[in-house]
T-cell receptor
Framework: EAGVTQSPTHLIKTRGQQATLRCSPI?????VYWYQQALGLGLQFLLW???????NRGNFPPRFSGRQFPNYSSELNVNALELEDSALYLC??????????????FGSGTRLTVV | RKEVEQDPGPFNVPEGATVAFNCTYS??????FFWYRQDCRKEPKLLMS???SGNEDGRFTAQLNRASQYISLLIRDSKLSDSATYLC???????????FGSGTKLNVKP
């Protein structure tokens, strides 16, 4: 069974540009979660999508947005990139709202560097 | 106050030692608890769930103390390969609010 896949693995952008990160959940998983992990810091929750809808949002500015497609894959968009957006962006998936008790599985992440 | 707090460490222990980490949480209504392991520059991987009755998986034992609002992870007979950052995760609010601790770094030395 394929795990959570993220693309690209690395992304370099200049300040002010936009970045698009993609995530495909494990087959059968309907929920996708996005996290930001800056170097040496903990995971910060960004967004949660379930069944195509945004269910919860972390404490991030509106230039961080995303969506979930009918096939449950998701993309994260970061507009007007700032240097401090440089981080590892992790996507995780599980079977949805009532399956939080099972934890979730992470993808290997996209490392975004803003120069 | 943070939802979930962990001692960042590092915990430097010799091979074969027993080491324990705690993770405190602030929401008494929290429902699910997990320990994840994260290797340097890699994604977190689920290590074990934490059940109310406590659970054990080989050298690893996880416990939940609801009265004091903390979970613990005990590692016996530490191996060099146990060196990693251990993250606790607490899920609250009908499974739709989840909080990661900032992680505890463990270094197991030969």
């Amino acid at each position: 069974e394929a795990g959570v896949t993220q693309s690209p693995t690395h992304l370099i952008k200049t300040r002010g540009q936009q970045a698009t990160l993609r995530c495909s959940p494990i087959s059968g998983h309907t929920s996708v979660y996005w996290y930001q992990q800056a170097l040496g810091l903990g995971l910060q929750f960004l967004l949660w999508y379930d069944e195509g809808e945004e269910r919860n949002r972390g404490n991030f500015p509106p230039r961080f947005s995303g969506r979930q497609f009918p096939n449950y894959s998701s993309e994260l968009n970061v507009n007007a990139l700032e240097l401090e957006d440089s981080a590892l962006y992790l996507c995780a998936s599980n079977m949805g709202t009532n399956y939080g008790r099972d934890g979730y599985t992470f993808g290997s992440g996209t490392r975004l560097t803003v120069v | 106050r943070k939802e979930v707090e962990q001692d960042p460490g590092p915990f430097n222990v010799p091979e074969g030692a027993t080491v324990a980490f705690n993770c405190t949480y602030s929401n008494s209504a929290s429902q699910s608890f997990f320990w994840y392991r994260q290797d340097c520059r890699k994604e977190p991987k689920l290590l074990m769930s934490v059940y109310s009755s406590g659970n054990e998986d080989g050298r690893f034992t996880a416990q939940l103390n609801r009265a004091s609002q903390y979970i613990s992870l005990l590692i016996r007979d530490s191996k060099l390969s146990d060196s990693a950052t251990y993250l606790c995760v607490v899920i609250s609010g009908n499974f739709n609010k989840f909080y990661f601790g900032s992680g505890t770094k463990l270094n197991v030395k030969p």
